[in-house]
Each structure stands twice: as C-alpha cells, then as structure tokens.
C-alpha cells in the first residue's frame, strides 16, 4: 500500500510500451491514471481540464516539447515531475524533478512522493 489514496495522476508519454508500463507502475502504487496522452495537445486538454493530483511529462513528445503542459500544471498549481532518457529539465523548470529512464516503480513513488511534500 503506498498511501496515494487513488491520486490522480496525468501520464503524458509518446510511446505506448513505456506508457502501458507506467500505468502499471501507478496502478501498483494505487494511483489512478489520467490519459495517457501520446501528444502535446491531448496532453495539454487533459492538462487544462481534468482534476489532477500530479502529472508525469516525457519532455519529448515526437519532436515537441512539453513545455506547454507544464506551463498549465504550474499555472493550476498541480505538482509533476518530467520523464526524460536524456537528462536535464527544460530551462525555467529547474526545481522539477527529473526521472531517468528507464525508471522503475521505486523512482516514480520516490518522484511522486518528492513533490506532493
């Protein structure tokens, strides 16, 4: 039992298998999964409109950034952490958490448990 009493949490992520494997990381943690979204403007919508506890952003989404959707996170005050195989935060996030891939479920609850406090 982690203790996330069914947090809502945004999956923005381009490929499916590392997706569904996500999805299966939050559902282990007893966390319940909003998307996936596999691009930058479904994951900006789900961002805008749906009740979010966190998010997890792969900061490349096919050739673009998800810069926007973490603007409409930080701007409704929902905590995330960006997702990367490549290493640093976009400039102007630098107080994000960073998880490496490939990640395992003990990085996405340490991540998880790093910015809801």
Known sequence: MSGYGALRVLVVEDEPVVAMCLEDILEALDCAT???AG????????AEREELGAAILDIN??????????E???ARGVPFVFASGYGAVPEGFEEVPLV????READI???LRAILG
């Open 39 to 46: 691009g930058l403007a479904e994951g900006l919508a789900l």
């Open 34 to 36: 909003v998307g996936p």
């Open 61 to 70: 989404l096919a050739g673009e950034r998800s810069i926007p959707i973490a």
């Open 72 to 74: 409409a996170l930080r």
């Open 100 to 103: 490496a891939k490939p990640y």
């Open 109 to 111: 609850d340490a991540a």
